[in-house]
């Protein structure tokens, strides 16, 4: 018999926890009325000493697998991210714990940054913030090639058209950019994409585009898919922007490749090892934009999770299959 078995608790008899050392979740929670008891954690001690007080854990980088000996009460896992590798699903399924993931919440933000990488690469701000930093008014250039740029008119190819992707390529669509993907079922998107071919299209979009954007899942068939081959297949003026995983990408060719003038620059978000060492070629290289795995912050994260968290909560307590994003 696992705690499956038995009625999830009712509201009056149902506790959640949350556990994240910087997102306001419990604030934003009891704004909502739900008069659920809850409490926050900020510590991996934290969470390892009050996680058989909770039935309902909203967690992300906080979580390891031992704290599953110490939780007979837990029932459901929401994620604070979208990601939930980290999670141990056979455990998880044995013990009948839901696991539900935030689906979503980061969409707007990722593609905003996207957006404002490609932007920010365009017009060149990223070199007048260093000429700002000099004191330095920066003359008109004479050099065509040289000078800053307009999306307007350019091709943007997105690698991975999902939630994220979709919502770049409308937005790039508003700034009058020719828009071109690739998606693991082409049939399946519907939106103002100029063209999604399947996974076999990934050279062609490289060869067409001005701007390669990558917001696909790091898989087996992604990871490393960015290297010497393909960034051969891109344009000498071509960027690349990164809000995916830093396991799509190769360092050491795409470094190669930036140092010899292969491509005209990159905005990287995701790295393999995070925080990004200090000793990474990728902080002197002047046509690199380097974020610290932010594109998925805003002020509206911890809303966007409390829809999710409550609609989940409610369709629980009535008893109801199937959650929203539900993984276990």
């Given at each position: 018999?696992?705690?499956?078995?038995?009625?999830?608790?009712t509201t009056d008899n149902l506790t959640i926890g949350f556990a994240h050392h910087a997102y306001q979740l419990k604030e934003?929670?009891?704004?909502?009325?739900?008069?659920?008891?809850?409490f926050q954690v900020y510590t991996p001690e934290q969470l390892n000493d009050r996680i058989a007080d909770m039935d309902v854990?909203?967690?992300?980088?906080?979580?390891?697998?031992?704290?599953?000996?110490?939780?007979?009460?837990?029932?459901?896992?929401?994620?604070?991210?979208?990601?939930?590798?980290?999670?141990?699903?056979?455990?998880?399924?044995?013990?009948?714990?839901?696991?539900?993931?935030?689906?979503?919440?980061?969409?707007?933000?990722?593609?905003?940054?996207?957006?404002?990488?490609?932007?920010?690469?365009?017009?060149?701000?990223?070199?007048?913030?260093?000429?700002?930093?000099?004191?330095?008014?920066?003359?008109?250039?004479?050099?065509?090639?040289?000078?800053?740029?307009?999306?307007?008119?350019?091709?943007?190819?997105?690698?991975?058209?999902?939630?994220?992707?979709?919502?770049?390529?409308?937005?790039?669509?508003?700034?009058?950019?020719?828009?071109?993907?690739?998606?693991?079922?082409?049939?399946?998107?519907?939106?103002?994409?100029?063209?999604?071919?399947?996974?076999?299209?990934?050279?062609?979009?490289?060869?067409?585009?001005?701007?390669?954007?990558?917001?696909?899942?790091?898989?087996?068939?992604?990871?490393?898919?960015?290297?010497?081959?393909?960034?051969?297949?891109?344009?000498?003026?071509?960027?690349?922007?990164?809000?995916?995983?830093?396991?799509?990408?190769?360092?050491?060719?795409?470094?190669?490749?930036?140092?010899?003038?292969?491509?005209?620059?990159?905005?990287?978000?995701?790295?393999?090892?995070?925080?990004?060492?200090?000793?990474?070629?990728?902080?002197?290289?002047?046509?690199?934009?380097?974020?610290?795995?932010?594109?998925?912050?805003?002020?509206?994260?911890?809303?966007?999770?409390?829809?999710?968290?409550?609609?989940?909560?409610?369709?629980?307590?009535?008893?109801?299959?199937?959650?929203?994003?539900?993984?276990?």
């Amino acid at each position: 018999m696992t705690i499956s078995d038995t009625p999830f608790p009712t509201t009056d008899n149902l506790t959640i926890g949350f556990a994240h050392h910087a997102y306001q979740l419990k604030e934003r929670f009891a704004a909502r009325d739900t008069d659920v008891d809850h409490f926050q954690v900020y510590t991996p001690e934290q969470l390892n000493d009050r996680i058989a007080d909770m039935d309902v854990l909203v967690v992300s980088g906080l979580w390891n697998d031992a704290l599953l000996e110490n939780a007979p009460k837990l029932r459901w896992i929401q994620s604070v991210g979208t990601g939930y590798d980290q999670f141990p699903l056979d455990q998880l399924r044995e013990r009948g714990i839901h696991l539900s993931r935030a689906f979503g919440v980061m969409r707007e933000a990722v593609a905003e940054q996207a957006l404002a990488c490609m932007l920010s690469l365009a017009r060149h701000l990223h070199f007048l913030r260093d000429e700002q930093r000099k004191h330095n008014w920066r003359p008109y250039i004479s050099d065509i090639p040289n000078r800053e740029d307009e999306l307007a008119g350019k091709t943007v190819g997105i690698v991975g058209i999902g939630l994220i992707g979709s919502r770049v390529a409308e937005l790039a669509k508003a700034f009058n950019m020719r828009v071109i993907a690739t998606k693991g079922n082409p049939s399946t998107y519907d939106g103002p994409a100029d063209k999604v071919t399947g996974t076999e299209g990934l050279h062609d979009l490289l060869r067409e585009s001005d701007y390669v954007v990558l917001t696909c899942p790091l898989t087996d068939e992604t990871a490393g898919m960015i290297n010497t081959h393909t960034l051969g297949l891109m344009k000498q003026n071509a960027f690349l922007v990164n809000v995916a995983r830093g396991g799509c990408v190769v360092d050491d060719d795409l470094v190669l490749v930036l140092k010899s003038g292969g491509i005209a620059g990159a905005a990287l978000d995701h790295f393999h090892e995070e925080p990004l060492g200090t000793d990474s070629p990728y902080w002197d290289l002047d046509n690199v934009i380097v974020t610290p795995h932010n594109a998925s912050e805003t002020q509206m994260y911890e809303e966007n999770l409390m829809d999710i968290l409550i609609e989940n909560m409610g369709r629980l307590t009535r008893g109801e299959t199937g959650l929203l994003h539900q993984i276990v």
